[in-house]
């Protein structure tokens, strides 16, 4: 069968509905799938679909965020106890936000390590994208490698999705190494991005595989509006910063491996770089999106490692038609690797990331709105902001008509703390917080990066919680002022703050 | 001269006073000296005496924490413009909330890393206490290595502390390497505890040797009260809960390498490890405190790497009398290498650190009381608990005879956010928080953790919280009533807390 390049596993093609009935009740499924790339599309739906009929229970690990409506469907059907470490979905959102899943939100780097060290998620199946199986029955991974090498490993139960919408010259794009547990852990001994360290395909048991199935869908499209005046101000503030570090002798024309999250803020920042002075830029990221690809088309760009590749329709349709132009200069990894503190530090990582908000002393929420409702998730910000050479964060500086400031005087749920956040930038500005105490990088913050309708807001708690001393000063009866009044009154904007009594 | 092997230095000797007078207003200086150990005892003091005098301002960037008034005189004086990357004194502590100094707190592994990449801190001064000087007029250093080879390498002007009443057989105890900017920064090859990657000595440029002064003074003792009732019953909970990690098959009764905070508390943990069923333990620590000694003395301990050694009086005289049976178990290193993010995810190192509070999620506060005021700093727990194995989190459930809980519905400042944090311990038991959701690990952490008089107060402001829903339940207009009412009743203690408003 095509493909199929090891003959015992002829007997094990079955349709998506028979390999679904493999999975029972209250199974830990380690699935495929990272920003949507190389998902399950035919299993983990059908899944779902036994959870509609049958009230079918399982936890489910992926790499990231699914594609289509997986997720949704999962979490509408009722068919996820737990799910972690990563997700995206407005209606997986809601039921997360109800109390009827149970969400981990991990850093991506370490869910790969936490199933090395704990129990509590034995994986009973897991459901892996392919392009093709090798001679030996080894796995060549799609357009993502997640955790998959982890839950394979893991895994009692093993179940391949044949996906013949990539082309099966994929084989040769992936590098992949199982890191063992420590003491046992050793040197990763990636040097530059583009070092490659492992086999190009997933080796597994064999004896695990219980079924194959067919697919022929393609990954589902990212859908990224063109970069808006703010996301370009935003880029425009980077790369105006970034020169003056290679100005000032700090950093080289080619800086150092970037990284960017994903969405149109990232996507616009990176895409900013095509009309660049910097050149010869490398990036050691964890996903792929369009701008990625316009950076090697506009020259550049001379290497891209990450763990998944995300693009629009008309991006894969042109990248994949072409694909040998681009593979020699790609990589895609575990994403305990992609992500590893040892790699991030080592080579010296730029990393920007978006914020949903930010304080005045530099601490950012990623994740959560208004404290309590999650978002998405962390993602892989926090194993780039960690440990990279720069960890820059950048939103808006408002949001719906400016009833929302994205600097606020205390983040209402801390995922990056003041100790991990170097540059902070919106549409107004941008704020270089390195080596400032916090009440240097208050005055700073408010002046580069918020808007002027709330400039002096800010500046009046700010100026009252100083005159009250401490190291970080704020006033805790007033912290979460704006977010309450939002609540109530639909916007962060007051009309009397002067008066406030202390 | 007697410790000095390179001749061109003799003409170098100086007195203190001398010395002192190299220093300009408004001088970087960079000191040794890191948890008390290997500070600058003659010219750092006469420092703080001339800006009593002259007005002399400074910025000083040490390794940690420095030793007996040196940092309370240098405040007292107005001496300080800035303060980094730690302290640990109540009189700078309050100068710094009182915003008289500036204070930049900062992960303890990243200080080195700043220096290569800001030029904010260019080191004007740096002042190393050394055993000896070699032939080729490199530095030995003392009882710490701290940030001195950055320092060293970065200085336009040395100035050497000779210390007589260090043994000159401390040369072998270090292991020195420079570790460069990225991208040239290569791998740290570092594979257990005991490998050594450098040079016994730290190599410097003898033309910028401006002075060498003299001194006799041992580091300032540490003084650390006996284990309690409650540090001894968070000793019990941590021995318990990593022998079931043993009995289950997930470690081995050596562990992985150990890392501790400076304090009772941490000193008292490990002090428990003497009378356990480990073996052939290992330490990758930044502080070595008397209880690893008791662990050698035990036969517990084969070998121990940190930045620093800081004991007791009486540890002291035991160790440095007896020296030779000591050296070949320890090596001290730069501490952007005992806390390299590098060799802490690698090795997999058990960190075990203290809280100045925790919340219902395992969002930690290490540096701020109420929020605003500074403590001491994060020091190195984030290096470790961002990166190790096991981020473990301890302090007693209550203090002030009960008025103050330690676990509180929101941390007011977050040093180590849920993601970075595993297991959370005080007398009254522990959590184990790895792979759980908020909402479990809020359930799991009122009941193991928290104190029985304030266990139904928690819950009600949890239930209350759950019924609004969101993935991390929270009341922002109450979730620090705790610390404020702390602050005008002076409990943090409700009558009625059950008919709170929502």
Known sequence: ??????????????????????????????????????????????????????????????????????????????ALVKRMPFQA????????????????????????????????????????EAVSVTAEGFIVPTTSVGNSPIFLEKADKIIIEINTSFPESFL?????????????????????????????????????????????????????SDPDEKTKAISNHILDFLGKEVDEGRLTESLL?????????????????????????????????????????????????????????????????????????????????SNAAEVISRLGIIGINTAIEFDIY???????????KMMNGIGGSGDFARNGYLSIFACPSTSKGGSISHIVPMVSHTDHTEHDVDVLVTEQGLADVRGLAPVERARLIINNCVHPDYRAQLLAYFDKAYSLGGQTPHILKEAFSWHTQLKTQGTMHMNDYSSCDV
């Not at 599309?41 to 997986?70: C, F, I």
């Not at 219980?210 to 990954?219: G, L, N, R, S």
């Not at 506009?298 to 629009?312: D, M, N, Q, R």
Request: with cysteine; glycine share 6%; net charge positive.
């Open 362 to 372: 530099g601490n950012v929420n990623s994740t959560h709105i208004t404290g309590t």
């Open 172 to 224: 040769g794009l992936h590098d992949i190494k199982v890191l063992k547990k420590q003491p046992h852990r050793g040197i990763i001994p990636i040097l530059k991005s583009d070092t490659r360290i492992g086999d190009p395909f997933i080796r597994i048991d064999p004896s695990k595989v219980v079924a194959i199935v067919y697919t022929e869908k393609p990954d589902s499209p990212a859908v990224i």
């Open 257 to 337: 491996p970037l990284q960017a999250g994903i969405g149109k803020t990232a996507n616009a920042i990176l895409s900013g770089f095509t009309k660049s002075r910097f050149k010869n830029l490398t990036m050691y990221s964890e996903v792929l999106q369009d701008s990625t690809f316009d950076l090697f088309d506009a020259g550049k760009l001379e290497f891209a490692s990450a763990s998944s590749i995300t693009v629009t329709k008309k991006c894969a349709d042109n990248i994949f038609k072409d694909f040998e132009k681009y593979k020699s200069k790609l990589v895609l990894r575990p994403q305990n690797i």
């Open 89 to 128: 979905d407005p209606t997986l959102r809601t039921a997360i936000n109800k109390h009827e899943v149970l969400y981990v939100d991990q850093h991506l780097g370490q869910t790969a390590d936490m199933l090395q060290k704990i129990d509590t998620f034995k994986i009973d199946v897991a459901i892996v």
């Open 1 to 78: 069968m095509q493909r199929i390049h090891y003959t015992p596993y002829l007997d094990k093609i079955q349709t998506t509905e028979q390999a679904a009935l493999l999975i029972n009740n209250n199974d830990v499924l380690g699935v495929s799938g990272f920003t949507k790339a190389g998902d399950s599309k035919a299993v983990l739906p059908m899944v779902a679909e036994r959870a509609l009929y049958e009230g079918l229970k399982v936890t489910v690990l992926s790499g990231a965020s699914l594609g289509y409506d997986t997720d949704a469907n999962l979490a509408r059907n009722g």
